[in-house]
């Protein structure tokens, strides 16, 4: 019945057209595809020390997979050296697995005008990932609930300016951790057509995406396509779990991407210093992403560097800090020079609001990763309280301010429109160009506009209410929610998903634990 489901959708199916003719149409700007200049901080010989050094950490300290005895025979009979739970690599051993890992990757939605390109000169945008708690302005800060996720994803499918729907845009607290992402996946399959990620709490819960997957977009396309991009994270320092690996082996295996990421922490999960933590990150990555390509030669990964200082007096992490901008610098370099895309930034802060310290903190986290080369920027709206609280005003007020990133990432033109010659002629001394055909001709496109702050006069201004950002981002996101349609999706695999969720969910006892 599924299968044949699948078919009749993807030759569409009569009451899948109409539902699309009937929908709401919303603009969704192409992936990020720059024209400017990555900016390089690391000198070729800072890069070769850091290289050395990062291959002298696998081959004398070497890095553990706990509880995974699979993982330490196939590291065993790749030639390392493993003693037991800690694996020591030879030097080089872990550059030339990883050559296999493939420089860029197209993940594809189900609507396919969606899809991305992960790599090369391209820039992915995915919202915040993995808060437990959520804020908005009537209801202040509260546990997330699974009607928030669905929110969440609904601004993420109505933003112009984001191109994916990312995975866990919050925890939902009021579902068991066993079953969650079950409907986290469903809300993201059928609330949204843009692409998304796919569980990573256990290995079975992988394998339950891609099942999900399959039942989406037909188990052949899967197997020969990727449609996840999913989150693997390193325990730093130097300690793979049993249950990201596990998570890493089934993706693998269906060849769907993973960000090998590891989690940094400055001061607290590496060195104090940019050299030292840079050698660490690179030890991680290297280490994570050949494991990748023992499990399958080929499979699409992403160099992943979750980078953030210490206060050293309360022990908080700290956001928007020159310090992580040279790691994240430093980090595009090293993946750049491996061939690999680039997972980093977002829109960091610590703040507890949607206010100055957390415009200023995401400001500078956002404009490092545009600047760093980064392929696949998770976080990128919605972020507060460092990475506990997803913010429904911030997502939307960081959101619209993308389009920042989309406008810088085009360069400067210098074709003879941009010249503006005949302009400047015929404005001459002492006149303006507000009238000229020039202006008239390209004032529309000329300057990005956001759709969110307050340009008005202060008198007009005064008589709307005196509102600040926050209150325009409230009206914002009500008013898109109020707008939303779901996008048209073949009724038949929209029952296919509903059951596979609903007999998956049958299957087991709620466990909240």
């Known amino acids: 019945m599924v299968e044949v489901a699948q078919r009749r959708a993807r030759g569409g199916g009569g009451a899948a057209r109409r539902a699309e003719r009937s929908a709401v149409s919303f603009e969704t700007a192409r992936y990020i595809e720059r024209n400017i200049p990555n900016f390089e901080i690391l000198t070729e010989e800072a890069l070769e020390i850091i290289e050395h050094n990062a291959e002298t950490v696998l081959e004398e300290i070497g890095v553990n997979f706990v509880e995974n ?27 030339q697995l990883c050559a296999t890992a493939p420089s860029s990757y197209t993940q594809h ?6 899809n991305v390109v992960v790599g090369g000169k391209n820039l992915v945008l995915a919202p915040v990932y993995g808060p437990p708690f959520v804020r908005d302005a009537a209801g202040g800060r509260r546990y997330a609930t699974m009607e928030d996720f669905r929110k969440f994803v609904k601004l993420g499918y109505m933003s112009k300016w984001l191109h994916h729907s990312g995975g866990t845009v919050c925890e939902p607290t009021d579902i068991p951790v066993n079953k969650r992402h079950l409907d986290m996946l469903h809300a993201h399959m059928t609330l949204s057509d843009k692409p998304f990620m796919g569980s990573v709490t256990e290995p079975s819960r992988a394998q339950d995406s891609v099942e999900m997957c399959e039942v989406l977009f037909g188990k052949d396309f899967v197997q020969a396509n990727t449609v996840m991009t999913s989150l693997i994270n390193i325990n730093s320092p130097m300690t793979f779990d049993d249950v990201m690996m596990g998570a890493l082996e089934v993706y693998a295996r269906n060849n769907q991407a993973c960000i090998i990421s590891p989690f940094i922490v400055g001061g607290a999960m590496a060195p104090v210093s940019v050299a030292g933590t840079l050698t660490q990150v690179l030890a991680e990555v290297l280490a994570g992403i050949a494991y ?11 160099f992943g560097a979750f980078v953030t200082s210490i206060d050293m007096n309360s022990g908080a992490p700290t956001f928007g800090t020159p310090e992580a901008s040279h790691i994240t610098y430093g980090a595009g370099q090293l993946a750049r ?31 490092m990763g545009l600047l760093a080369g980064v392929n696949f920027m998770l976080h990128a709206c919605g972020w507060l309280e460092g990475g506990l609280v997803s913010s429904f005003e911030k997502f939307v007020m960081d959101a619209d301010q993308l389009g920042t990133l989309h406008h810088l990432a085009r360069g400067v033109e210098i ?29 529309k496109a000329a300057f990005w506009k ?23 981002a409230s009206l914002r996101v009500e008013k898109m929610l109020s707008d939303y349609q779901k996008p048209a999706m073949d009724p038949a695999i929209d029952e296919a998903l509903t059951d596979f969720v609903a007999r998956k969910k049958a299957a087991s006892p709620d466990s909240f634990m």
């Not at 699979?70 to 590291?75: I, R």
């Not at 939605?109 to 969606?114: D, F, I, L, Q, S």
């Not at 507890?352 to 404009?367: G, I, M, W």
Request: hydrophobic letters at 35%; one cysteine or more.
């Open 69 to 95: 005895p699979s993982a330490l025979k196939l590291w065993r009979d790749a030639g390392a050296d493993v003693e037991g739970e800690r694996v020591r690599i030879p030097r080089g051993l872990a550059r």
């Open 109 to 114: 939605a189900r609507n396919p005008e969606r």
């Open 292 to 302: 990748s390509q023992l499990v399958r030669k080929g499979a699409p990964v992403i």
């Open 337 to 367: 020079r491996m061939g690999l895309p680039f997972r980093s930034a977002g829109s960091f802060c610590g703040s507890k609001l949607p206010d100055a310290q957390a415009a200023y903190e995401t400001a500078n986290s956002l404009n």
């Open 415 to 443: 074709d003879e429109n941009a010249q503006a010659m005949d302009a400047i002629r015929e404005v001459g001394p002492g006149g303006h160009y507000l009238g000229c055909e020039h202006t008239q001709n390209n004032f």
């Open 450 to 472: 956001s759709d969110l702050l307050d340009y008005k006069p202060f008198e007009t201004w005064e008589d709307e209410g005196a509102r600040d950002t926050q209150a325009l």
